[in-house]
Nanobody, 117 residues
Framework: QVQLVESGGGLVQPGGSLRLSCAASGSIPSIHAMGWYRQVPGIRRELVALIGSGGRTNYADSVKGRFSISRDNVKNTVFLQMNKLKPEDTAVYYC???????????WGQGTQVTVSS
């Protein structure tokens, strides 16, 4: 079993920044991608950013140029640096670990990000 623990969410004004962190523990697959999804009530969970085991990244069009994903393979941690935040970025952000051989997903509990003045 894999456990994912997120931190770093909160309330920020438009134009501000936040940094999310997610630490993985347990029986972590040797080859895996890590990333972030977000969800607002009544809307399907959507991909925000993903980083593969080799470091390749993938971003939603809505966050390109504003968000940056990175990972520390020694600490099994993934980060999401969010800059120039907009009210439409408000959502619950979920950490994801994806086993690359099976594409099985593990999920964190989620952390709330609210962008409001």
């Amino acid at each position: 079993q894999v456990q994912l623990v997120e931190s770093g969410g909160g309330l920020v004004q438009p134009g501000g920044s936040l940094r999310l962190s997610c630490a993985a523990s347990g029986s972590i697959p040797s080859i895996h991608a890590m990333g972030w999804y977000r969800q607002v009530p009544g809307i399907r969970r959507e991909l925000v950013a993903l980083i593969g085991s080799g470091g390749r990244t993938n971003y939603a069009d809505s966050v390109k140029g504003r968000f940056s994903i990175s990972r520390d393979n020694v600490k099994n941690t993934v980060f999401l640096q969010m800059n120039k935040l907009k009210p439409e970025d408000t959502a619950v952000y979920y950490c994801n670990l994806k086993e690359e051989s099976t594409w099985y997903d593990y999920w964190g509990q989620g952390t709330q990000v609210t962008v409001s003045s």
